[in-house]
């Protein structure tokens, strides 16, 4: 299967300033998997050091002198590395700390090796006080489940997504395109972007089977929370991921997880499965102004799941549903919100982890919410997310003129079209989002 964050990875071979890469995400999104077909595709030569599988491997890095730990590997591993030439991949990195710490000195020492790191508990360790991460020794990518575009290659469909990058408000799908296109967006929305998921329906074409993997992909989550976790607090993370699909698009209080734990613990309980990569934060901004991180409020926030067809699998909803049913509709349209929230991060630039917030004003007679509000392009951009196409976009046309906004987004699936500075952008043209606002602000 083919990630667009193989481009990514490519111009980071081919940099002249090239710094050694840590790969992050949740675990089972792919990192290990793109890593050896990058290595192995672009490299002549291709080493990999699984530091869970041979934790003896650590040894190699009981020195910060790149030269000493190269010739080290080379002995262990009985082949030669060779810069220029040899990716060398540090799988699993998280097991040995002095791993990651000696990365800064390949940087300064040995900048002509390609090296790589990955981990799928990476984030608890980057995110203790001992492990010191210069400004511009090491570099970061952040790996996603896949989005709604590279599911389409995956299937076969490369034709589709070509096809919507050449899409405008002056040459909008045709009505028999526009359903197809719905229609693959609910096959999506099923699945969702597990690699392992998408792998299993390529080889079964049943929707159904691939609810065994989900399954299983769950219970590994779950198995992990011991390895992050102190044992009087599992308690309250086994909740937390349990409830966690069901509380998409609302307000998180902390009690609504269960009233008889503390606040505190809940609150480390989502740090946590946001590090592990599960979770998401959509925090409140007043949008007053760029970057919008700049006005948040770090104890007003919704969450997101990684991914959809999880959400799908986790509340226990039928497959057949989603065909059935107004997708906007189904569980209160709580798979909507994942799912939209999950492609525009889906988007973002791969080198940062990526931010997403909403807007809301409470005011007797005059309560106004925004689902999303992204920067785009230099503006402020609010999305709503709606269904059909009914309705009074009253927040959004609120938002619009209290923040003099030039133009607003609704998100659903009716077909393309912009009428009274509001962009109507049906759910499977949210990759070209950017473009389509461009040319908007320049029609």
């Avoid at 710094?19 to 030569?45: C, D």
């Avoid at 992990?224 to 307000?251: M, N, R, S, V």
């Avoid at 007053?288 to 948040?296: K, Y």
């Amino acid at each position: 299967m083919e990630r667009d964050i193989e481009k990514d990875l490519l111009q980071w071979k081919d940099s002249a300033i090239r710094a050694p890469l840590l790969l992050r995400g949740a675990r089972q999104v792919g990192k290990s998997f793109i890593i050896e077909k990058f290595g192995k595709e672009k490299f002549t030569n291709y080493v990999t050091i699984n530091f869970e599988q041979t934790p003896q491997a650590g040894l190699c890095f009981d020195t910060l002198f790149p030269n000493k730990i190269v010739a080290a590997i080379e002995l262990f591993i009985g082949a030669a590395i060779r810069a220029g030439e040899t990716l060398l991949f540090l799988d699993e990195i998280q097991e040995c700390p002095a791993a990651i710490t000696s990365l800064r000195y390949f940087k300064e020492q040995m900048p002509e090796l390609h090296i790589i790191g990955a981990g799928s508990l990476l984030e608890f360790v980057l995110n203790e006080e001992s492990i010191s991460i210069p400004v511009g020794r090491i570099q970061f990518l952040y790996l996603r489940p896949m989005s709604f575009g590279e599911f389409l290659v995956a299937i076969g469909r490369t034709d589709l997504r070509n096809y919507l990058k050449t899409v405008a408000l002056h040459n909008t799908p045709p009505q028999i395109i526009h359903e197809e296109l719905l229609k693959l967006i609910k096959e999506y929305a099923s699945l969702g972007g597990m690699p392992a998921v998408i792998s299993a329906y390529l080889q079964t074409k049943s929707l159904y089977q691939t609810q065994d993997v989900q399954s299983d992909i769950l219970t590994t989550y779950r198995r992990d929370f011991g390895k992050y976790a102190k044992k009087t607090k599992h308690k309250c993370l086994q909740l937390l991921f349990e409830k966690a699909p069901g509380l998409i698009g609302t307000w998180f209080k902390y009690v609504n997880v269960d009233p008889d734990i503390p606040s505190r613990d809940v609150k480390v309980a989502v740090e946590q499965l946001c590090f592990a990569g599960l979770l998401y934060q959509v925090f409140y901004t007043t949008a007053s102004g760029l970057p919008l991180s700049s006005t948040q409020k770090e104890r007003k926030f919704k969450i997101i799941f990684l991914d959809i067809g999880l959400v799908k699998k986790a509340c226990g909803l039928d497959t057949a549903i989603l065909f059935t049913e107004d997708l906007m509709l189904i569980n209160q349209g709580k798979l909507t919100e994942q799912f939209v929230g999950q492609e525009l991060l889906a988007y973002l630039e791969r080198k940062e982890a990526g931010n997403l917030f909403f807007w809301n004003r409470e005011e007797n007679r005059s309560s106004a919410e925004i689902d999303f509000v992204v920067s785009l392009n230099g503006e402020i951009i609010p999305i709503e997310v709606k269904s059909g196409t009914t309705g009074r976009l009253k927040s959004l046309k609120t938002f619009m003129l209290e923040k003099h906004s030039r133009i607003g987004v609704r998100i659903s699936a009716s077909p393309l079209a912009c009428e009274e500075q509001i962009l109507s952008v049906p759910f499977y043209l949210i990759s070209e989002l950017s473009r389509l606002l461009r040319t908007s602000f320049t029609e």
